[in-house]
């Protein structure tokens, strides 16, 4: 596991309305100014024959920061190929991954999680999709850190320091899984309960409570002292984190090695180590699961269109990195790093073109 250097400001998973966040929708919205400007040669270029990219990328619910991001992508691909008219759909990463393998849109916004799910054939799949269904475009965000937040006041009132002893105790935990079909939020807060013994429904019995609530919410709600257990996903330090940890007292809880690996072999995460003096209220370094976000394509999107996305990932990088202070560090060997998922023979022969690839 190796160490991670402090960013100058961050955005969790779901988004509060922050200062990252107004500073990422205004970078967006300079980079669809910028695309609009070159309306007119945009049009004789289509017209001519030129290759433009259309389509949708399915992603996730509106707002946010994926959105944010989904915006971006279609605003590098503007840039790259004028007179595209590829959007992006606000959806679920479930829905968008169906929808994708069907050939209704040529993309989609995935995390490993998904992804391993989908093929797995686990619910809300109805059943294992194939490696031949499922290719990367590429990686082109990484080192989100998944962090189990819970409130010390929780943990003081009830004498306890861990989950197990919770669990132990059948205190009344009240907990957010985050929105129905996130699956990143439900399934790791599920698989880190059931490492415990503790299951929705034995909360449920337990006196607590779950909730599925988006992560804005369920800070508002920790804040309020209204709930105990929140996981998030974001990029370090965490304004979210901080904000809540203004208005009441929270700790990061520690998880096993044996569950961070197995979660990371489940579910393709990768793995960092939280430095102590990122927070005020983190005492040690704390290992942690790390996620990111993939674009990818299924067996009916083309060659030509898995290509242009490649390129314009590539070549307008640039832009990618001045969506978020946090990206300000992403380098293009990014884009290849996808895991154990093949990248699609046209994204592929753009890297090889470009260099990224060697093989």
């Not at 300079?30 to 399915?58: D, E, K, R, Y």
């Not at 984190?241 to 990371?264: C, F, K, W």
């Amino acid at each position: 596991m190796g160490s991670i250097t402090k960013m100058a400001d961050s955005t969790g998973w779901a988004g509060l309305e922050s200062v990252s966040q107004r500073y990422l929708r205004r970078s967006v919205y300079g980079l669809l100014l910028v695309c609009s400007a070159i309306v007119t040669p945009s049009s004789l270029a289509a017209t001519q024959g030129n290759p433009v990219l259309g389509g949708a990328i399915a992603g996730y619910s509106a707002g946010g920061m994926i959105s944010m991001l989904g915006e971006g992508l279609t605003a590098m691909v503007r840039a790259e190929y004028p007179g595209s008219s590829l959007t992006y759909e606000p959806g679920n990463p479930a829905g968008g991954l169906v929808k994708m393998v069907a050939g209704k849109r040529p993309f989609s916004i995935q995390t490993s999680l998904e992804l391993a799910v989908a093929r797995a054939g686990q619910r809300p799949f109805r059943r294992s999709y194939g490696n031949e269904e499922l290719f990367a475009v590429g990686q082109f965000v990484e080192g989100m850190a998944v962090q189990v937040l819970m409130r010390a006041d929780f943990l003081r009132d009830h004498q306890v320091d861990n989950l197990q002893q919770v669990a132990d105790q059948r205190l009344p935990l009240r907990v957010s899984a985050n929105m129905r079909g996130n699956l990143l939020g439900q399934l790791v807060t599920e698989r880190v309960l059931s490492h415990y013994g503790l299951s929705f429904k034995q909360v449920l019995a337990n006196g607590g409570e779950v909730v599925y609530l988006p992560t804005r919410a369920s800070a508002q709600m920790m804040r309020n002292r209204k709930l105990d257990m929140v996981l998030t996903a974001s990029f370090l330090p965490s304004s979210r984190l901080i904000e809540i940890a203004t208005a009441t007292d929270i700790r990061l809880m520690s998880l096993p090695t044996e569950l961070i690996d197995a979660m990371a072999d489940e579910f393709g995460f990768g793995t960092m180590v939280i430095p102590a003096e990122t927070y005020s209220f983190l005492e040690t370094d704390l290992p942690v699961l790390t996620t990111g976000f993939l674009l990818t394509a299924g067996q009916q999107t083309s060659h030509e269109d898995a290509y242009m996305m490649a390129r314009s990932l590539h070549r307008q990088f640039d832009l990618l990195k001045g969506l978020h202070p946090s990206f300000a560090s992403f380098e293009p060997t990014m884009l290849v790093r996808t895991g154990d998922l093949v990248l699609h023979t046209g994204a592929a022969a753009y890297y090889r073109e470009a260099g990224l690839l060697t093989e």
